[in-house]
């Protein structure tokens, strides 16, 4: 309770009782500094104490002595009903009285003690937590004054006198202190002149001093009567202070948000006495002997504590809440969360319990839904991996077909283990117990059905509409479903291993599954114009008939070709090829891919097979070691290994796999290597064909590279573009490329080996002639070119970018080698082409402009697809034709007295380009 030292009218009585002090030796005069109303006011007589003081101490003493209840104690002014029910509440805080405000064992014992009820309990929990001998002391000085003084005009004096018994974590500690002291200097006190001087140098009050050490002899002889003993051995100071909360559970604190402030129980708020040696560390959680009102509700003598502390004594005093009970699989309970609080203080805001023995009922349910029916339950039961693989079955098919009215929900799963499973069980170890014993009489008591599970049959979901693996090509790839808009994996995902990767092709996964396929393509139809759209009613019937034409084997066209064509026949008019590429179908109608390594570790997940092969297809490539084909080899400079296959099947972590063997250009020499597309493995084997030969007629080469005619001036013409040594080697690898290859095949034996050297033997001087010749001529138009261009930047501001950015493409570090040698031929052309349309472009610009932004889309185009094409390690001659048609068509429009090899237009680019995607 709180006790308040506020400034309060005295009544009449006791103003007169102070006015008779002035004539006590003569006659005297009494000024009050009020009025004579407020006098008139004032109460005639103060209110007995009884009215004003706790009377917990009043009850303790009347229930042990036998005088019945105190509302019915005949007292001449009865207290209110208010204070007596504080003294009850106290003295159930002090655990004196039970629920029916009966006396308690405790209650007895506290009723020997003459002296407050608090500090009776603290000293009986001090027997209890071995630290009797301090907790007298301390006990002792609460009961009287405060020994240490402060007068007001000396104060800074004693303070510095009283920091020798300074202790920053309690102020009990404090008084122990001086206590001490007080024992040593009687021991080692000269006279009582002497003792007493040195106390009042010290600011202690020897008067003070002596009633303590009085109080605190009776108490060490009333302990002593009722058979407890005090502790030899100093106690700790966690356990002076537990001992202290005992009797103090009403005065704890918390600290709160505002500076200096502290929660109390049943929502005080307190600030630590500015006297306090803890005023400046502010402690979390504190313990005061007393909260007094003054100018403020002040703590004083203030200990430091811990919550547990508080928790420990409070005993049944402290409420429990219960919260989030869940399960725990590692330890096979249900557990809850539990917040412990004491008069509005939380001294636990959350732990972990077992909820069992809690609330058995609910701890139950939570395992039945949690371990039994979600099967988060580590059990060699065989009910219960029947049970879940069971669940699993039909959750694959609520997958498969985008439903989720197959399995039956939670609930009834729920009832089926509710009838079954005994009411007192809440754990896994007594389910298992109680399991062994049913399991004896009934083997299959918890066995579920497949019957029992399903809504319905679901017989329209097979293995034919959704398989649960996928040829593509010749390789065989898991799928795995998933139902969950939103999620990542939504749809079908189909598992690559790494040494796969390179050899998908989109066309293999834009098909999907039977099962899905009608959705994917009814949301192309409906995504079409309108005016092509309204020919495809109703969208399932031409869904229908579409799938209908199909070839259902594995080698299957571009989906988007496929719906063309027949979107082309069934509206009577001619469909764009581009006509679904801004089309986005929803995540769920396209493939994804996960892509695993050897031991089935995710490197990466997508839905667009170019990225992931632009990610990870160079380390798909290093896959193909020469550990288990055995068919590597490096160092090679002659043909001297055999037969070369073009391709190999081996078996590599229980997967049969393809390989592509080739030679691969490593400059001095040759290697075989083992490659996981063909593409790749052609790619490096005409290179590897080429360094063969050049290594077998080095002699020649050494001789060519010094004798090519025209090459020195060709080469300082050129020198803006690359150095001389670079223009040298570009150009006989050029050479080297036409001469020893050509259009010939590669070959894959020796004898084929030696026929191909030796025509290139022969074709050797001839087209290293021409070559040079070739090389002389671009080298020479195309200074002409950068001259045009850069006179005509004032003149034709728009055409140059246009014709800069050609000039790049066409011309360019390594060219000769990079371009086909029938397209080199051509390349003088163009250059010309290109400075005859600069020349023409003030005659007619808008001409000149409008055929520019139709071949600047015929190139986006290009551009777009061959990007494409790129990402995806794919190649399409047909759109490398379509590149070069492009340059034609450019000399057509703007250079035509050059000519063209064939007829070129926009109208046959434009055929051309549909007949490419489709």
Not at 118 to 137: D, K, N, P, S, T
Request: aromatic share 8%.
């Amino acid at each position: 309770k709180v006790e308040q030292l506020q400034v309060e009218p005295v009544s009449q009585a006791s103003a007169n009782q102070r006015a008779g002090r002035c004539g006590r030796v003569a006659a005297g005069i009494c000024i009050r500094l009020y009025s004579g109303e407020d006098y008139d006011a004032r109460p005639q007589y103060t209110d007995p104490e009884i009215l004003r003081s706790s009377l917990a101490s009043v009850i303790l003493r009347m229930k042990a002595l036998g005088l019945g209840d105190v509302e019915r104690f005949p007292f001449l002014d009865p207290p209110a009903p208010r204070m007596i029910a504080d003294g009850y509440q106290l003295l159930a805080e002090l655990g004196a009285v039970d629920d029916s405000y009966a006396l308690t064992p405790l209650g007895r014992r506290l009723a020997r003690f003459q002296i407050d009820p608090r500090v009776a309990r603290m000293i009986l929990a001090a027997e209890h937590e071995q630290c009797l001998a301090e907790m007298l002391v301390i006990a002792a000085v609460l009961e009287v004054n405060d020994p240490r003084e402060r007068p007001f005009e000396r104060a800074d004096a004693a303070d510095r006198a009283h920091a020798r018994f300074h202790d920053e974590q309690s102020d009990f500690l404090v008084l122990l202190k001086v206590w001490h002291h007080f024992q040593e200097a009687i021991e080692h006190r000269k006279s009582n002149r002497k003792l007493a001087l040195e106390l009042r140098e010290q600011f202690l009050s020897q008067r003070r001093l002596r009633e303590w050490r009085d109080v605190h002899h009776q108490l060490a002889a009333l302990v002593a009567q009722m058979g407890m003993r005090a502790n030899e051995k100093p106690a700790t100071d966690e356990q002076v202070h537990r001992a202290l909360i005992a009797g103090l559970l009403g005065n704890i604190g918390c600290k709160g948000e505002e500076a200096g402030e502290y929660l109390g129980a049943r929502g005080v708020r307190f600030a630590i006495f500015p006297g306090s040696g803890l005023r400046k560390k502010q402690p979390r959680w504190v313990v005061a002997a007393e909260l007094v009102e003054t100018t403020r509700l002040y703590a004083r003598c203030v200990a430091r504590i811990e919550p547990e502390w508080v928790e420990a004594a409070a005993g049944e005093l402290v409420k429990r809440h219960y919260f989030d009970p869940h399960w725990q699989r590692e330890r096979a309970m249900v557990s809850a969360y539990e917040r412990v609080t004491l008069y509005g203080l939380t001294l636990v805001p959350r732990r972990r319990v077992n909820y069992g023995p809690i609330n058995p009922k609910e701890a139950r349910e939570v395992f039945i839904r949690r371990a039994l029916v979600a099967g988060e339950f580590d059990t060699r039961a065989p009910f219960f991996e029947h049970n879940r693989r069971l669940v699993k079955e039909i959750e694959a098919l609520e997958h498969k077909a985008r439903r989720r009215d197959v399995l039956v929900n939670e609930e009834v799963i729920f009832n089926f283990y509710d009838g079954i499973v005994a009411l007192d069980l809440v754990n896994g170890a007594g389910f298992e117990r109680w399991r062994a014993e049913a399991e004896h009489a009934n083997p299959r008591l918890l066995y579920l059905t497949r019957e029992y599970l399903m809504r319905h049959a679901a017989a329209e979901i097979t293995e034919a509409q959704f398989p649960e693996r996928l040829r593509a090509g010749d390789v065989d790839l898991k799928l795995g479903y998933r139902f969950e808009p939103g999620h990542p994996l939504d749809g079908v995902t189909v598992t690559v291993p790494l040494e796969l990767l390179n050899r998908l092709e989109p066309a293999h996964f834009e098909w999907l599954v039977p099962g899905l396929v009608r959705e994917k393509i009814a949301h192309l139809f409906k995504a079409l114009p309108k005016q092509l759209r309204r020919h495809l009613v109703p969208v399932p019937q031409h869904v229908t008939a579409f799938l209908e034409e199909q070839d259902s084997g594995e080698s299957r066209p571009r989906l988007a070709a496929a719906l063309g064509r027949y979107v082309q026949r069934a509206a009577g008019a001619p469909v764009a090829a581009d006509v679904w590429d801004d089309v986005e179908p929803p995540p769920h109608l396209c493939m994804n891919f996960r892509v695993v390594d050897e031991v089935g570790r995710e490197l990466a997940t997508g839905r667009d097979l170019a990225a992931l092969k632009t990610q990870l297809g160079q380390a798909a490539s290093l896959t193909f070691s020469a550990d288990e084909p055995g068919i590597e080899k490096t160092g090679i400079r002659v043909w001297d290994f055999g037969d070369l296959p073009a391709e190999i099947s081996f078996t590599r972590g229980g997967r049969r796999l393809t390989g592509y063997p080739a030679l691969a250009d490593e400059g001095e020499s040759v290697a075989i290597r083992l490659f996981d597309t063909r593409p790749a493995a052609d790619a490096a084997m005409r290179a590897g064909v080429r360094r063969m030969i050049w290594l077998s007629l080095k002699e020649q080469m050494r001789q060519r590279e010094k004798t090519l005619p025209g090459f020195t001036q060709a080469a300082l013409a050129l020198r803006t573009l690359a150095s001389a040594d670079d223009l040298r080697e570009d150009l006989l690898t050029a050479i080297a490329d036409r001469a020893f290859i050509g259009e010939d095949e590669l070959p894959r034996t020796a004898k084929a080996f030696e026929a191909l050297r030796a025509r290139a033997r022969t074709r050797l001087p001839a087209v290293a002639d021409g070559g040079c010749r070739l090389f002389g001529t671009i080298a020479e138009e195309y200074p002409r070119a950068q001259q045009r261009l850069a006179g005509a930047g004032k003149t034709a501001p728009r055409p140059v970018a246009d014709v800069r950015a050609q000039l790049a493409r066409l011309v360019f570090k390594g060219f000769m080698a990079a371009t086909p040698w029938e397209r080199l031929q051509d390349l003088p052309r163009y250059l010309k082409a290109m400075q005859a349309r600069l020349d023409k472009y003030a005659k007619d610009s808008e001409r000149d402009e409008r055929h520019a932004s139709h071949i600047g889309e015929l190139w986006s185009r290009y551009e777009e697809r061959a990007a494409k094409l790129r990402r995806a390690h794919e190649s399409d001659p047909r759109l490398e034709d379509f590149r070069w048609r492009i340059e034609e068509l450019r000399v057509s429009l703007f250079a035509q007295e050059l000519r063209t090899p064939y007829p070129v237009s926009f109208k046959r680019l434009d055929k051309l380009w549909q007949s490419i995607v489709r």
